[in-house]
């Protein structure tokens, strides 16, 4: 278990053999470590538990993507690793937290940078693999309402929601820096997510 530090990033590392299938895991806020990464990095433990390696894009990662332009003519060497560790992923999990009734707006931009892909001949976007949702925020309601955007944008990107998603209130909920949450359920919901996500997975076949 990673143990994190106020102003720490958790983001794109790899963990484990690279010889192993890999899961990609895009979330977080911009300001250090957030309760997002935090339940996200939980999520991620449960996959490497299942076998697989992961690449986590948090919020410091995601502040150094520029605001997607589709008619750039290059891209930026943080561009191209993110695009780069999606295309090779079995999976994804995606965490955001709520922001005005959706998803933050650094989450959004990562997920639009993935029109990069709308040409790729053997998988474009995230056709057919299978993607973790977590949704934090302060109370019940934007929760429901960001899981129900991430599922939109993941049917637009032509992937495949997997059946549970984590809902987290961090009103009641509180991480803390060892990789642990104050509600043991909260944390087994998480382990769920990276659960069906690990299941799901070998079904995938990723474009390399």
């Known amino acids: 278990m990673m143990t994190f530090e106020q102003g720490d990033t958790v983001a794109a590392t790899d963990s484990l053999s690279p010889s192993l299938p890999l899961v990609v895991g895009i979330g977080g806020t911009i300001g250090g470590v957030s309760s997002t990464e935090r339940a996200l990095r939980i999520a991620l433990d449960s996959v490497e538990r299942h076998g697989y390696r992961t690449q986590m894009f948090g919020g410091a990662d995601m502040a150094r993507l520029p605001l997607y332009d589709p008619k750039a003519t290059e891209r930026t060497e943080d561009e191209r690793a993110f695009v780069a560790a999606v295309r090779a992923a079995s999976a994804v999990i995606i965490a955001s937290p709520g922001y005005h009734g959706s998803i933050s707006g650094v989450v959004k ?50 992937g495949w929601p997997t059946p549970f998603a984590a809902a987290i209130n961090t009103q009641v909920t509180k991480f803390d820096a060892e990789g642990g949450a104050s509600d043991p359920a909260v944390i087994e919901q998480l382990r769920l997510v990276g659960r069906q996500v690990a299941r799901f997975a070998p079904l995938s076949e990723p474009a390399n």
């Open 109 to 158: 931009n990562a997920l639009d940078l993935l029109e990069e892909t709308a040409r790729d001949p053997e998988r474009p976007y995230l056709a057919d693999m299978p993607v973790g949702l977590i949704a934090t925020a302060y109370g019940w309601q934007a929760t429901g309402s960001t899981i129900a955007a991430l599922r939109s944008i993941v049917h637009a990107l032509r």
